[in-house]
Structures are given as C-alpha cells and as structure tokens.
C-alpha cells in the first residue's frame, strides 16, 4: 500500500470513529439481555457473537475497548470498519466466515480456546440476507465456546436500500440493543443434525431482530 494511501485510510479511520462517537453518544441506549452474557464472561466461558450484517451499525462503538476479535471481510468494503475498530482498541482479523482458511480459523482457535471472545458475521460480507453460514457454529463446536447472538433497534428507523437493508438510527433517537440467549453447541453434530442446528440459530437471530424492532413500536 502506497504512501498517500495508508494517509487515506488512516484520516479515514480517525474521521469515521469521530463521527460514529457523536453519533452514537447523541442517542439514549437501552441494554437487555446483558446479564446471562456478564455470567459467562465471569465465569470465564469464551464467546462468540452473532451479528447479522444488516445490524453491526453500532457493534464498533457498542463492545469499543474491550479487545474483542472482530472477523472483518478482507474485501475493501471491510476497510472501513476495521480502520475505525482498530482505534477502539479491537483486535481485528481480516477473514470470512464462509471460508476456513486456515491462518484466520487458528487466529479465532486460539484466541477462544484462550477463554476470549470474537465477533462474527454469519451472512457477511455479501449475504444472502440473513442466510446463517457454518463457520460460526463450526467455531463453538470445535472451542466449546458460546454463541451469544446480538442485535439493535431504534426508535427512528432508517433502512438503507442494500442487500442487507442495512439499519442506522438518526441522531437523538432512542436505541435498544439486545444480546440474545447464549447457545451452547454440541461437538458431535454433523451433517443433518448440524443442519438443523444452522437453521434453528438462524431462526433465533431473525426472531431477535424483530424482538429488538418492537421494542419501540
């Protein structure tokens, strides 16, 4: 990466971790779910976050400083969160989670089997929309860590016209962000019942975004 273009990126980073702190420090947040995550967290458990890619919006400046592995698409529409999570003090990891390459997939092993946590996005970076891949539940299964599945709403919705109809809130809105029940996953699944297992998480997380979207009506 030439000069001038690391300077790009790098004012790129500073500039968009400002905006989304006045962004996100204009609007009233409302936590639920957090307790059942703070027990695991206590009691040492590693974890997993689930986060469909219409709904990170918020995730860099919600889980900020607290050295968090995010799996950020390597592609350079990647870039930008990364620049921005790399300030927040995120341990960023350019990867996918639809492909197990190997120096990535033993990034998240060790840092799990560590007892610490990573953030993946399970239709990312280009979906289909909310079509849950493997690569998260693979993870739980061969770490014993815990999928934590988490979302936002607001009160003022704006829905961006992309495949993910990708959420923000406007400034001054009320926003709820909502951690989901952790699921365990058992290590002896494969084939049909991993299948099911897929479909059932992807459920849990859609049902969560609907929760999230009425909380506020």
């Known amino acids: 990466?030439?000069?001038?273009?690391?300077?790009?990126?790098?004012?790129?980073?500073?500039?968009?971790?400002?905006?989304?702190?006045?962004?996100a420090k204009s609007a009233?947040?409302?936590?639920?779910?957090?307790?059942?995550?703070?027990e695991l967290r206590d009691s040492g458990k590693a974890v997993v976050f689930l986060v469909w890619h219409g709904r990170i919006f918020i995730v860099p400046y919600f889980f900020r400083k607290r050295g968090i592995m995010p799996l950020i698409s390597p592609s350079q529409d990647g870039e930008i969160p990364a620049q921005i999570m790399s300030r927040w003090g995120y341990r960023n990891i350019r990867g996918s989670s639809s492909h197990?390459?190997?120096?990535?997939?033993?990034?998240?092993?060790?840092?799990?089997?560590?007892?610490?946590?990573?953030?993946?996005?399970?239709?990312?970076?280009?979906?289909?929309?909310?079509?849950?891949?493997?690569?998260?539940?693979?993870?739980?299964?061969?770490?014993?860590?815990?999928?934590?599945?988490?979302t936002f709403s607001t009160s003022r919705k704006k829905f961006l016209k992309s495949w993910d109809k990708f959420?923000?809130?406007?400034?001054?809105?009320?926003?709820?962000?909502?951690?989901?029940?952790?699921?365990?996953?058992?290590?002896?699944?494969?084939?049909?019942?991993?299948?099911?297992e897929r479909q059932k998480i992807e459920r849990v997380l859609t049902e969560l975004d609907e929760k999230a979207d009425r909380f506020y009506g």
């Open 1 to 23: 990466m030439s000069f001038f273009r690391k300077l790009r990126w790098n004012l790129i980073g500073i500039l968009g971790k400002l905006a989304l702190w006045i962004w």
């Open 28 to 38: 009233r947040i409302k936590i639920i779910g957090e307790e059942r995550y703070k």
């Open 100 to 150: 197990a390459v190997i120096r990535v997939w033993n990034r998240m092993k060790n840092e799990l089997k560590k007892g610490g946590e990573v953030i993946i996005v399970p239709d990312g970076p280009r979906g289909p929309d909310r079509e849950m891949k493997l690569g998260g539940i693979k993870l739980a299964q061969e770490t014993g860590a815990v999928l934590v599945p988490f």
């Open 167 to 196: 959420l923000i809130f406007y400034p001054f809105s009320k926003v709820v962000a909502v951690y989901g029940s952790p699921m365990n996953v058992d290590p002896a699944l494969k084939d049909d019942g991993l299948e099911k």
